[in-house]
Structures are given as C-alpha cells and as structure tokens.
C-alpha cells in the first residue's frame, strides 16, 4: 500500500486531494489542524503518533521529528540495505509527502508582530520533511504547492509520476523553503541591532525592530550620517510622531524628548524658520522633523545649523548633495501618514505597558467656551496648534503658541504653575494672538492669575477640575477667553 503524509497550513483543497489519494488506494497520515480538517470532512485518516508509536509532545513542536517518518521518506530504494533496516525496525516506506510552512512572511508583515510570534511561527518539521523528500526525489513524490495537486492526482491515476516529475517538484521546494529561510533571516537579521550605548555610556543597549513600516522609526531609511544612537531613536520617535499631527508644512524640532521649537507655514521653508525663531537656540545639537520633502533652499539653512537628526519624507538630490557635506548627520527619509493603530510600549521592571498611540484628536466644533469673552479667529488658531502639540510636551505642560508656531514652553514640572511660569519667562511674544496650553485641567486658578498677570487672554485647558469654577470666574475677572477641550494630553 502507498503512504502519504500531509501536513498543510494552506488548506486550500486538501480535502478533495485527500479524498482522491484514498480512491487511488494511498494510506494517509496527518498531523494537528490538517488531520481534523480531514476527518471533519470524513476521510480516512490516521495521526502521525500511529506511524511513530509516539506522542506529540511540547505543544506539537515534536511530532514528525522521528526515524519512522524519515527513515520511511530517506531510504534510497535500489540499495537492499536500507529496505533490510527499515524491515528490522519495522518502519514504513512513505511515497508522497505533501507539506506547505507556517506563513512565517504573513506573520511578519504584522506591524503589531512580536518576535515570540515571528518565534512560534518557525516551522521545524515541515521544512525538514520536505527537504528530506525532496533529497529522495528518485522515490519519494513532494508537493508543497496546492496548485499541483489536480496534476499529481491525474499522473497517478494514469501512472505518469515518473522521476523527471518528481525532479520538477524536487526545485519548486527547494525554492520554497530557500524563500521561507531567506524571510527568516531578513527579520531577525534587521531585529535587533547593538547600540554604542544607552541613554549613558555605562549602559548598553540594542535596537529591537518589531516592523519594517515605512511610516516609523525602525522603517526609515538612512540616507546618510552614522549610526543613531539610543537618545537619537527617542528623540526621532518623538519628533515623527508630533509631526504627523499636521497637514500644512511643518516643522517640529526636538531637544531631550520634548518640541523645542513648532513652526507651520506656507511652505516647509516658512515652516523651518518659524520652528527655529521659536527658540534659535535650544535647536542647536536637537533633532527636526518635516512633513514635505527637503529643497535645496532649505538644505541650504539646514546645513548652517548644528543637528543630530533631520527627518523627512524625501529629500530631493540637489538637497543630499547639500547636507552630505556634513559626515555626521543622520538623514532619515520616513513616511509622515499617521497611522491610528499604532501602539507604545514602555519597560517596567517584571514586565511592559501598552497603550494606544495618543493621535486622538478633538475638534472645534466639541470644544466649549467656559467664559464671558468669545475667542477671536486668531486666538482660536493658536489655542488649536498648541493643542496638537502640548500632547508630545512633557508633564505637566504649558505651553505657549500662536497662529504659526510654539513662543514658550514649559515641560515636566511637578506643578502646573511651575511649568507656566517657565513658559511665560522664556516667551518671544506675548500679546493678544497668543495662547496659554494646559495639558491638563487647572487644580487652582493660581496659573490663570500668572497668566493674566503676564497679559495672556486666551488659555486651552481639558477642563474637569472640581475648581473649575474658580479658573473661569479669574479668566473672566481679566477678561480672558478659556476653552474646555474635555480631553488632556498627558505625557509621562
């Protein structure tokens, strides 16, 4: 009687193939889903643990790995001996080995992958049973691709699966499971890459990639400039993140984590100049994010500047031949689309937190006026820029913006008065036209008075204090415009 061991992860017409193999006289093993696949629809099927004499073992990673499956696939059948040993053994001959792999490359594709999935996704004994068949192509007939089995059905059946057939068959997994290596390869090869150092030269580090999506730090191409350091990846990140927030030209420069300067403009040339007068010079030795190409024009203020990092969606060649002057310089071509599904992950000891990205946005139109005085159209254009961006400044956070560009800002103190008072000390411009941007609600109406005091009259706050009522009645003792937004952007 004829043998056949079929173990798929494509299932697609396994069943009918089954089926005629067992009207042709074949006895069939499987393994796992494609033996319940089969006996679901009633063929005839036995577990391979019948012809091992063997339990699958550590959740099925064990279970074609034995003598009496390769033995009865490897045996070269013109030599007396191996027939001889097999006979000793008690193993049988296997005459068809039908195998396609885990979908390692689909598992990957997964911006969401983790590398114990890309782990799990390993096959073991596909690829050994295929390459063992495939070696023993004189006697042994291999199928790893659905769409030959109507061929290999109909050669049985009129005694046509000769040995030019089975050599054909033969390259096709060898081309298989040389593509399933090779994708293998690319990701854990691209995974992980060491670092000189972490945040301090006592510490190291690596870079692990989880995607290689165009729109992220770990897709980006490098263009130029040597290799990013761990500070360089965050700030970057950082700094790619703020910058998808916009659609008009923009500019984001980024300094230990938080925006330094944000500038939008006419053009990603205006954007530039308006990020840089934010604050000309907190950018030096900082990282900048843009969200058009780079011209020569700007390539040009580019390369008068000392930076770490410059982001963009492209670069046009007059541009690279401008900034690769420097040596230094890290050029990163990046996708600037946004992608909503995207998610962070930060490292506590015994484990990890996971949270959606904060791309959430609330519009105008949901947004409330707590106090007497309505915001004129340029109030309101800078209350929403300094809302974008106050979600990527560091707790607590004010921030200070106008219509174009962030004019102060004051990052990560332990008190919300603290901050505004940074912001309010460090201000290029304060007049009507500018906005003071709380990323979260005010416990006290002491920073509403700071910043009247400093001739601030519009303010943007999420709103939700049980003293609200007493930041309005301030706002409104100095005659400033407040805007609930009902949303915080706390960044920790």
Known sequence: MKRAILSVSNKNGIVEFATSLKELG?????????KRILEEAQVDVKSVSELTQFPEIMDGRVKTLHPA??????ADRDKSEHLEELKAQHIDLIDLVVVNLYPFQKTVDNPDVTEMDAIENIDIGGPTMLRAAAKNFKHVTTVVHPADYNEVINRIKNDQLDEAYRKSLMIKVFEHTTQYDKAIVNFFKDNKETL???ENPQQSAYFVRTTDAKHTIAGAKQLHG?????????DADAALSLVK?????TTIAIKHMNPCGVGIGNSIEEAFQNAFDADNQSIFGGIIALNRPVTATLAETLHSIFLEVVIAPQFTQEALDILTKKKNIRLLEIDTTIDNREQEFVSVSGGYLVQDKDNFEVSRADMTVATEVEPTEAQWEAMLLGWKVVGAVKSNAVILSNAKQTVGIGAGQMNRVGSAKIALERAIEINDNVALVSDGFFPMDDTVELAAKNGIKA???PGGSIKDQDSIDMAN?????????GMRHFKH
């Open 69 to 74: 499956v390769h033995g009865g696939i490897l």
């Open 226 to 234: 040597k290799q990013l350091s761990f500070n360089n990846i965050k």
């Open 477 to 485: 003792k100095y005659g400033i415009t407040m805007v609930m937004t």
């Open 245 to 249: 927030k916009f659609d008009e030209p």
């Open 26 to 34: 074949y006895e069939l093993y499987s393994t796992g889903g494609t």
């Open 459 to 461: 303010i943007i706050q």
């Open 196 to 198: 000189r150092y972490g």
